[in-house]
């Protein structure tokens, strides 16, 4: 189990949205790096960025701090999603030291960009699924595509991405705890990675997501409880460290 630290830029700054509303924000720092570097610090091997401003307007916005935290921390994976539509976008993320680059909105749309993005990009490609009531949500969350989520992410394993982030959108924000049995349930639809996203807010929750790991749920992404000190990094590392050493996994 990884254990992946979310970093949400809007306008420059560090901030958490409730459930994706871009109105209903909290501001945590004006310096990504600092924020990257805490994280880091506590023993993250990944980190998780998101251009919100880019998800909604459908091109980079804060490319330029995404790339400066890649080339500041370059033994830590950044895995960055949001308004990466074209494949010039994926280039230039790859080129400043991203290592995996999450699409959404446009693989839903038009699922054979993320065929062609898989080709063009073998091994850094990952799929977002961002679900509202098993539907998978595009443009920042703002639209319901109608598609079922396992379905669609079917589609994406055979077109060889390299793991999926499933959010359950009505947990993102709001610490309810992690939606492990959705999360549970796509994981057993696939043979590809699934990292979980959305509410993941105790020790409990991460202790039910390393249990899951043997139905190939492989990652978790935290955001609002490690800013609001209701997750400790370093605590919740160890609760996946021991669980690894009990099942033999180095």
């Known amino acids: 189990m990884l254990l992946i630290p979310a970093i949400d830029l809007k306008d420059g700054r560090c901030v958490r ?3 994706g509303n871009m109105d209903d924000e909290t501001i945590f720092s004006d310096d990504a790096l600092a924020m990257a570097e805490r994280w880091i610090a506590a023993g993250s091997r990944r980190i ?28 830590v994976e950044i895995q960055i999603g949001g308004g990466i539509r074209d494949f010039t976008t994926i280039q230039t993320y790859l080129d400043v030291g991203v290592d995996y680059v999450i699409i959404g909105t446009q693989a839903v749309r038009t699922p054979h960009f993320a065929d062609e993005a898989c080709l063009k990009f073998p091994g850094h490609i990952i799929v977002g699924l961002d679900a509202r009531d098993g539907k998978v949500a595009i443009e920042g969350w703002s639209r319901n595509s109608g598609q079922d989520v396992v379905e669609m992410a079917q589609r994406f394993e055979q077109a060889g991405v390299e793991a999926l982030v499933f959010t359950d959108i009505g947990r993102d ?12 349930e796509l994981a057993r639809s696939v043979d590809i990675p699934v990292i979980a996203s959305g509410g993941v807010t105790t020790l409990e929750d991460v202790r039910d997501l390393c249990d899951a790991g043997r139905d190939g749920v492989w990652g978790a992404i935290i955001g609002r409880a490690l800013y609001e000190g209701k997750l400790d990094l370093r605590e919740a590392q160890k609760v996946v460290n021991g669980h690894d050493a009990s099942r033999g996994v180095s």
Not at 53 to 75: H, K, L, Q, S
């Open 17 to 19: 949205l409730r459930q």
């Open 48 to 75: 998780h960025i998101v251009d919100l401003n880019g998800a909604v307007r459908g091109f980079p916005v804060n490319a330029d701090i995404i790339g400066r935290v890649a080339e500041t921390f370059p033994d």
């Open 173 to 184: 924000g709001m610490m309810r705890g992690v939606n492990t049995g959705a999360t549970r």
